[in-house]
């Protein structure tokens, strides 16, 4: 027997603009906890195999669409429409997350767009009263793909990697990271040429590991990876690890011309001649890691636990009426052409993928009527979040603007 699923379907005045049938609600799984998923491609081969495998344990929606990116408008994808941004459609379907929103995207996101688009599903997540946040890290393991304007590449995957580390360091386990980079590392097989998209293989394997993170972050437990151990920064470094020695050196009274700006010049490696010559550290110049950790912007992972870290509080249960999603600003789009604003909604579907086991006292599964009342087609206006952010930003905007050297046309 076929598990019976709700498919959202959302339809627009412009047929070639509209979102096909991205939005999938199981409700099959009994008393289990709901939760939700949203992602570009690389969760799409989820939804397009139609196998949700061991996800099935718990109730859930689930999202995912080509080439959607975070905050900034949406590239043009594989499936011929203009998929709405991970920040709208969670508007749309806001009081339906549950109690752990798994995020998979940012591979189609510029700098600014990443940083800022972070920040922004926090926030909503924050606002509707989702549990957590867990973000699966971007693979950068025989990665060849770039994104459709060539703004991203493996090396701006590790880069934004950082950029997550960094917020989930912050937000004090509420934003918490799947370590999808190194769980994927040596499982050529799971992906396609491009090392990001997910053969048959792929979606057993990331299904499974979604699940399992799941499953301890709801038993109590921080599923975030220690710091990976620290890499000196000298000269003509740049990136959130600067930014953060920098507010070291300042909150510690050096006197620092040209501030916080992430970049590793002269400037900043004499601050950080006066830092070291004061607290006794060998002055070498560059931040090594006894002056990381002087600094307090690294913690050795013997020190910090190499066990996963418990959480006090217990997630509250996430009903279905949570607040609307609010009206968002406007801000310049990201790229070309013209959005339709959508009108909602739902038809009935039924999966092909393999069933769970019929469970007779499982409830009968219901059409959920999407809402928003956000103008579709929007941008995002959304102040930092944590101390340092504007930098951040600044940082990444200058970063995406080195291009990556084209090496072949984007799969999205």
């Known amino acids: 027997m076929a598990a019976v699923f709700t498919v959202a379907m959302v339809a627009a005045a412009d047929p070639a603009s509209a979102d096909p049938n991205t939005t999938v609600v199981y409700d099959d799984a009994g008393s289990a906890p709901q939760i939700g998923l949203i992602g ?45 941004t991970a920040l709208q459609r969670m508007q749309r379907l806001s009081g339906q997350w549950g109690d ?14 990443f940083v800022d688009g972070v920040d922004a599903i926090v926030a909503e997540a924050k606002r509707q009263g989702i549990s957590h946040v867990m973000w699966l890290t971007m693979r950068t393991a025989e990665v060849s793909y770039e994104d459709p304007l ?18 989930a360091a912050q937000l004090g386990g509420y934003l918490q990271l799947a370590d999808w980079e190194t769980h994927s590392a040596e499982k050529s097989s799971w992906f396609e040429y491009d090392g990001v998209h997910l053969t048959p293989d792929g979606v057993d394997g ?21 710091a990976p151990p620290w890499e000196t920064l000298g000269e003509g470094d740049d990136g959130i690890r600067v930014v953060r020695a920098q507010e070291g050196l300042i909150d510690a009274g ?43 912007v690294y913690t050795p992972p013997t020190e910090a636990g190499a066990e996963a870290v418990t959480t006090d509080a217990t997630p509250p249960a996430t009903t279905k009426a949570n607040a609307a999603a609010t009206p968002v ?14 009108t909602p909604a739902t038809t009935t579907g039924t999966s092909t993928g393999a069933a769970p086991t019929p469970n007779p006292n499982a409830p009968t599964p219901t059409t959920r009527p999407e809402t928003s009342t956000s103008p579709l087609g929007a941008g995002i206006v959304i102040a930092p979040a944590v101390a340092g952010a ?8 200058r970063r995406r603007m080195r291009s990556p050297t084209p090496r072949h046309r984007s799969h999205r």
Do not use: K
């Open 329 to 342: 600003a406007a801000t310049p789009e990201a790229t070309s052409g013209a959005s339709s604003d959508a």
């Open 390 to 397: 504007s930098a951040v930003l600044a940082l990444a905007i």
């Open 100 to 113: 752990v929103l798994a995020v998979m995207s940012g591979y189609n996101d510029s700098g600014n767009g």
């Open 254 to 296: 050096i006197a620092m011309s040209g501030g916080v700006d992430g970049i590793f010049g002269t400037y900043t490696a004499e601050a950080v001649r006066t830092f070291q010559a004061q607290q006794g550290i060998a002055v070498s110049g560059v931040v090594d890691e006894p002056t990381a950790i002087a600094l307090g």
């Open 150 to 167: 060539h703004q991203t590449n493996v090396d701006t995957y590790r880069e934004d990697n950082e950029v997550l580390m960094d917020r």
């Open 40 to 84: 570009d491609s690389t969760l799409s081969g989820v939804r397009w195999q139609d196998d949700y495998g061991d996800l099935r344990q718990y109730n859930f929606v689930f999202d995912s669409a080509s080439c959607r990116r975070l905050v900034e408008r949406s590239c043009w994808s594989r499936e011929d429409y203009r998929p709405e």
């Open 206 to 226: 990331v299904t499974t590991f979604i699940a399992d993170q799941v499953g301890r972050m709801l038993a109590g437990e921080n599923v975030t990876p220690p």
